[in-house]
């Protein structure tokens, strides 16, 4: 899934951009790539940017990327790290169920299995009719191991998609 999101027009788009340390040539394009937990060392990257009052004309994301791509340019200047900072929370690793207590303090390989188990909530679920049998036709909704409709919800309620 490869995204690319324009931010919105603002008051000032179309000036030049300047940061701490003075003016920037041309466009800012954050480029974002995919790979699960490289999202979060993204989000210090937009952070330390922000920061230093340099936002992105362009930001382009794919997987991981496309995802914080869309809560960047989704959000209004000043609820951009708000929403990143909710989002990364909700997906954190950690126990949802107290007989999982016992899984959290054996090695990370116990870690993994319950997230390949019982998936991230807010992020993806795992598909059991997927897992139980390879021979039932599904269809293409139904034969993924995993449902990302969490994730459409999750999105929903941090991006501004109008």
Known sequence: MATTTKRRRTAGHGRKKTGKAGPLPGQVVLVLQGGGALGAYQVGVYEAMHEAGIEPDWVIGTSIGAINAALIAGN???????????????VEQGASHDFMGLWTRLPNASANLATVMQGIPCFFVPNPAAWISSHIPLGAEKAAYYSTAPLRETLSELVEFD
């Open 76 to 90: 209004a200047l000043e609820n951009r790290m708000e929403r990143l900072r909710e989002f990364w929370s909700r």
